[in-house]
């Protein structure tokens, strides 16, 4: 089944404001040329800012529901449409038979790969599609603090408004961790209140898969890939035990 599927509606509205990611994206398509595959597109937050700065870009998502949205949103910007391409597929499985100088992986994408052949395999998936000198990167969360103290207790995450629905919305959060299998299982609660104070709940649960820094290097190798660098922040600061995000750069030399 499809998790993004119930909340699509919700995805674009909810991340609006997050923008603190792009300016990277675009430095390191800069530095490495494209064209650029991202993988996990979603509705492309990523990839329209990818082709509003002119470079080629090829998204790839496995739900229907997210890249219904993208779609929509390129038709709306027909300007750029044409630097980019949709895919639906699984990138575990993925085939294109081209090389690309920067793969993607940006807002926790990577945490979907739950289980452990799957990491292997999609790492493998992204080492063929890189061709030598080719970079990934890979947006995830930062595991310690989410081991050290996590949330025992439903967390309001934000409140949004869906304008076209005249609906406000707010969105929750419960966590468990098992801690042995780095795993974090998710319940994402969505209630929309419309004007007259009606409430429709949409629960979604997800698992994510939690990543520790001095893992990924043997994870990499697996895949033939070096571990270039470790960042704790869209800036490129050093990664620490309390930064923001785990970001990770992989090559292939």
């Known amino acids: 089944m499809d998790s993004y599927t119930s909340i699509a509606r919700f995805y674009d509205l ?4 997050f923008t603190e990611d792009l300016p990277l994206w675009v430095d390191l398509a800069r530095a490495q040329g494209g064209p650029v595959l991202e993988l996990g597109c979603g509705s492309g937050r990523v990839l329209l800012h990818l082709a509003r700065e002119g470079f080629t870009a090829t998204g790839v998502d ?3 529901a997210m890249l219904t949205l993208a779609r929509n949103r390129l038709a709306l910007q027909p300007s750029i449409a044409h630097r980019i391409t949709l895919r639906e597929d699984d990138f575990i499985r993925l085939r294109l038979g081209k090389t690309f100088p920067l793969v993607l992986l ?3 994408t990577f945490a979907h790969m739950v289980d452990p052949a799957d990491v292997h395999a999609a790492l493998e998936t992204i080492s063929r599609h890189l061709p030598p000198g080719g970079r990934a990167v890979f ?3 930062n595991p310690i603090p989410i081991y050290g103290d996590p949330p025992e207790a439903l967390v309001l995450e934000r ?4 304008e076209a629905r005249s609906l406000t919305i707010q969105q929750f959060s419960s966590l468990r961790v098992d801690r042995a299998a780095q795993l974090g299982y998710i319940t994402w609660i969505y209630d929309a209140i419309d004007p007259s104070g009606k409430v ?11 990543f520790f820094p001095n893992e990924l290097s ?15 922040d869209y800036d490129r600061s050093p990664f620490i035990e309390d930064s923001p995000v785990l ?3 992989g090559g292939r030399e």
């Open 106 to 108: 940006p807002f926790n």
């Open 247 to 249: 970001i990770a750069v």
């Open 14 to 17: 909810e991340n609006a404001d």
């Open 139 to 141: 947006a995830l969360p």
């Open 200 to 210: 429709t709940r949409t629960a979604i649960p997800m698992t994510l898969r939690y």
């Open 62 to 64: 496995s739900s229907p």
């Open 218 to 232: 043997t994870l990499f190798a697996g895949a033939g890939l070096q571990l270039l660098h470790l960042w704790g």
């Open 159 to 162: 409140t949004f408004r869906d």
